[in-house]
């Protein structure tokens, strides 16, 4: 896996939008009885091949949603984006979680389930076929296709990895 480098971004350069994949109300029982609170996932990017997630928990769910995105501004990377789609086939892991992602001709849209759907959305990829196995935590299908897509390269990059002509990538 030394192969694969992620390409983090820092946020001061960058217009990002915040879209909310779940949010859960958890408790905690003691002596006096259940102390609710919130627990909310949220993806950001700035739909250009920037996305990230993050995770807050707090009392209410404004401040959930707030530490939210404050924490996925701090996991943002660069995903490569190819007219549009992703530039190859790529299975992502998580936990139990595993997704399959597909590139689609122009027109396709995105065709994903719900905490997928807005990982793509939020990195700008406009057609694109994916499937989620395994496990439908949101925690680990959001996980799983940030996974996919660091490990996703794009012909320039492995073209420089392995120090060739980019023709030669192509042709062999």
């Not at 993806?43 to 209410?60: P, S, T």
């Not at 997704?99 to 995105?110: Q, S």
Request: charged share 25%.
């Amino acid at each position: 896996m030394s192969t694969i480098n992620i390409k983090r971004v820092k946020t001061s350069e960058i217009e990002l939008k915040d879209r909310l994949v779940s949010i859960q109300r958890v408790a905690k029982v003691t002596k006096g009885g259940r102390t609710f609170s919130f627990s909310a996932i949220v993806v950001v990017g700035d739909e250009q091949g920037v996305v990230g997630y993050g995770l807050g928990k707090a009392k209410e769910v404004t401040e959930a949603i707030a530490k939210g995105i404050d924490d996925a501004k701090k996991n943002l990377v660069k995903v490569p984006i190819l007219h549009g789609t992703v530039p190859h086939e790529q299975i992502g892991k998580f936990s139990g979680g595993f997704v399959l992602i597909k590139p689609a001709a122009v027109g396709t849209g995105v065709i994903a389930g719900g905490a997928m759907r807005a990982v793509l959305e939020s990195a700008g990829i406009h057609n694109v076929l994916a499937k989620s196995k395994g496990s439908s935590n949101p925690h680990n299908v959001v996980k799983a296709t940030v996974d996919a897509l660091t490990k996703m390269r794009d012909a320039y990059t492995v073209a420089q990895h392995r120090g060739v002509d980019l023709n030669k990538v192509f042709n062999g």
